[in-house]
């Protein structure tokens, strides 16, 4: 191995630790309303599954559900980490970025699996739900609509925006 390879190897390295230690300067300005829209929308979620959770309640109980509570109780963490983070020029390093796009290909999970349990809780006639948190399983019924909607329109625009650049 020569010295200029070995030279290229240890810069690299340096690069790849500086962009994940070394933030970026970027203002974002509307980070923090987003930040705890996002936060606030995770703690009723969440409040709302830790409701069925109860002894008397017999809803489904399956991998969704638990899938649905941690995915919610990591956006709330996360979301209050970007909170502390804002401001700070680490809000925007490698680490965070790399954090961002883990998160949002689990968000793609949680969407599916809201709309299928939430679907479900309202088949199987979940008291827990229906009766005991109705406005919230209501807000939760017409959401995940709303999601799969968006979801489907991005992806739309996705693939007519590849044909269109061509």
Known sequence: MSLKSSSKKASFRQSIKDSLIT???IDNT??????IVLVLY???VLGYIITLEGCKCNCIHDWRHDFIKYYSTSMILYGLLILLLTGTSYRNSLLVMVLQNGLLVLSFVNIWCLYTYIGDLDLTYCKCAIEKQKTVHYFLYIWRYILVTAVIISLLMIIIGAFVSK
């Open 42 to 44: 995770h703690l009723l």
């Open 23 to 25: 933030p970026h300067k």
């Open 30 to 35: 509307h980070t923090i309303s987003t930040t």
